[in-house]
């Protein structure tokens, strides 16, 4: 990890303390895979346990925004669903979180995607084809 990614990573631990009870923070998006520009975002995916309230997020965003100087996308870990949960854990890039939280994540994702990515598949599929026709 390079200067900048320390300083960022600094930045970003410091900003999320005034949430109190986030327990994950995973970065990813084109900052991660190394594609990220001056005016690219910063995608972010929390888990504080709970729902995060508008309110919360707004404060958080605001904060992260004004110590990175990037816009910010911040992701709910507690409510994202699939195929973004699944994007996230591939390419995604934990910076703060215990072991069991991240496995515990993980098995979340295999378990919705084995029960509900076949359904939303095939929904999508059937949308398809009677989009086109045939």
Same mark, same amino acid.
């Given at each position: *990890?390079?200067? $900048?990614?320390? /300083? +960022?990573?600094?930045?970003?631990?410091?900003? @999320?303390?005034?949430?109190? %009870?986030? %327990?994950?923070?995973? *970065?990813?998006?084109?900052?991660?895979?190394?594609?990220?520009? *001056?005016?690219?975002?910063?995608?972010?995916?929390?888990?504080?346990?709970?729902?995060?309230?508008?309110?919360?997020? @707004?404060?958080?965003?605001?904060?992260?925004?004004?110590?990175?100087?990037? =816009?910010?996308?911040?992701?709910?870990?507690? /409510?994202?669903?699939? =195929?973004?949960? %699944?994007? $996230?854990?591939?390419?995604?890039? !934990?910076?703060?979180?215990?072991? /069991?939280?991240?496995?515990? +994540?993980?098995?979340?994702?295999?378990?919705?995607?084995?029960?509900? +990515? =076949?359904? !939303?598949?095939? $929904?999508?599929?059937?949308?398809?084809?009677?989009? $086109? %026709?045939?």
């Amino acid at each position: *990890m390079n200067a $900048i990614d320390r /300083t +960022l990573k600094q930045a970003l631990l410091a900003a @999320i303390c005034i949430q109190p %009870g986030i %327990g994950l923070v995973i *970065m990813f998006g084109s900052l991660v895979a190394g594609k990220g520009r *001056m005016e690219s975002d910063l995608d972010l995916a929390v888990d504080a346990g709970r729902r995060l309230t508008a309110s919360e997020k @707004i404060a958080l965003i605001s904060e992260l925004a004004r110590r990175t100087g990037r =816009p910010i996308d911040l992701v709910d870990i507690h /409510t994202v669903g699939e =195929p973004l949960l %699944g994007q $996230i854990l591939r390419h995604g890039k !934990r910076l703060l979180g215990s072991d /069991t939280h991240y496995a515990n +994540l993980i098995r979340r994702h295999l378990f919705d995607q084995a029960d509900y +990515l =076949p359904y !939303r598949n095939r $929904i999508l599929a059937e949308r398809r084809q009677a989009w $086109i %026709g045939r």
